[in-house]
């Protein structure tokens, strides 16, 4: 099917989460995760409407920047190398996966900007996950309040691949909770007003839980 196709149902059901949950339709962002797809397929993308394009690879990354530029929002999802940050410093728009003061060490000496930022949080407990541990995810923001490039605009987590509903809904919850908890610290260069969770197979949950960015590959754009 189409990008523009597979858009229109996911808009239908992301409105009808919406509903179920009193949410405005508005507050959410959909990311294109192009990873696995031709940068023809990403283009189809933004000609779809979607503007907010996802890669998880510094390669993959370069390569359709190097097509598209600056006519999509560029998310970085994917776990960061220190090693790799210069490469994509200058052209990234939002990185979801800070989980350690080495990356942040290195953005803040590699960016001439601000750099939106999301706090990965293991809210599974699961080893094969990155993130910081949730009991850990407070101070380890505190500990960026002097980082002149980097705002913590929110938190992301990844849900366990599973069937188990309300196991996705506990991780969701959890970070919806951490996040309203930094929030009311009113640290500066830390909103953390936005929740990044949600991916093709379980967004509709993401949406009642309260996400604000959703990361959606295969059922937008195909694999």
């Known amino acids: 099917m189409s990008v523009k196709e597979n858009l229109a149902r996911i808009q239908q059901e992301i409105e009808q989460a ?80 800070l989980d350690r003061i080495s990356l942040a060490n290195e953005i803040e000496k590699r960016a001439d900007r601000t750099i939106k930022c999301f706090v990965q949080v293991n809210t599974s407990g699961e080893q094969s996950k990155h993130g910081v541990a949730p009991e850990q995810c407070i101070d380890f923001i505190q500990q960026l309040k002097e980082y002149r490039h980097i705002e913590v605009v929110g938190l992301m987590t990844m849900a366990p691949f599973t069937d188990d509903e309300e196991e996705i809904r506990r991780c969701f919850r959890s970070l919806k909770q951490l996040q309203e908890q930094v929030k009311a610290l009113n640290i500066p260069n830390a909103p953390c007003t936005e929740l990044s969770m949600g991916m093709s197979n379980d967004y509709k949950i993401a949406v009642e839980e309260g996400a604000t960015y959703l990361r959606i590959g295969s059922s937008l754009v195909g694999t």
Not at 39 to 66: C, P, Q, T, W
Not at 67 to 74: D, L, N, R
């Open 18 to 97: 919406c509903k179920k949950s009193n949410r405005k339709i508005d507050d959410i962002q959909i990311i294109a995760v192009t990873k696995y797809v031709t940068v023809e397929r990403a283009i189809e993308a933004i000609n779809s409407g979607i503007l907010h394009l996802g890669e998880n690879r510094d390669d993959g990354f370069l390569s359709k920047y190097n097509s598209i530029g600056s006519k999509a929002v560029w998310h970085f999802i994917g776990t960061l190398q220190t090693r790799k940050v210069k490469n994509i410093i200058d052209k990234v728009d939002y990185i979801h996966s």
